[in-house]
């Protein structure tokens, strides 16, 4: 049983890696520009999840031991990942796997620095909504209005969930 007190469950890492606040997250936005720039560049980016992580608060969580590979996983980019002009100098971003106007964030890791003939396990990590019950606040509309009110009341189908 993880309690999230440390890093010994690499499923539950990469879930809780998608979402802000966490202390090791793969949300591009919040990653430094030294960082933003290696996954622009067409590189992966290397996480370790053995290791320990500081918290915000002073915390330290332990690094997780046993892992497969010893915790080292690889976020690779979005190489369709474009930021879109939606008005005036403000822009959202959009690609594969990233769609900022419909909420959609996925993560694709991998157990090597590149995808190849090498690589032995691949994830796949989606952020669900990041909203809360407060609709007066605008973080939540795309939330509330974009897609739960639409499926709610009209039963129609939710933006970011294509039939395939």
Not at 8 to 14: F, S
Not at 45 to 63: K, M, Y
Request: proline residues 7%; negative net charge; charged residues 15%.
């Amino acid at each position: 049983m993880n309690n999230l007190q440390n890093f010994n469950n690499l499923y539950l890492n990469l879930a809780q890696g998608a979402y802000p606040e966490t202390p090791k997250q793969f949300p591009v936005e919040k990653l430094n520009s030294r960082e933003q720039y290696i996954l622009k560049s067409g590189q992966s980016l290397q996480f370790n999840f053995s290791s320990d992580a500081i918290t915000d608060n002073g915390q330290t969580i332990p690094g997780g031991q046993p892992l497969p590979n010893d915790g080292i996983v690889y976020l690779q980019p979005d190489v369709q990942l474009k930021a879109i002009p939606v008005q005036d100098g403000v822009t959202i971003q959009k690609g594969l796997l990233t769609d900022q106007m419909a909420g959609f964030n996925a993560y694709f890791l991998t157990d090597t620095a590149e995808l190849n003939a090498e690589t032995r396990n691949t994830y796949l990590t989606i952020r669900g909504s990041d909203g809360s019950f407060n609709i007066l606040d605008p973080i939540n509309w795309n939330d509330w209005l974009g897609s739960n009110l639409v499926f709610t009341l009209g039963d129609k189908q939710v933006p970011p969930n294509k039939n395939v």
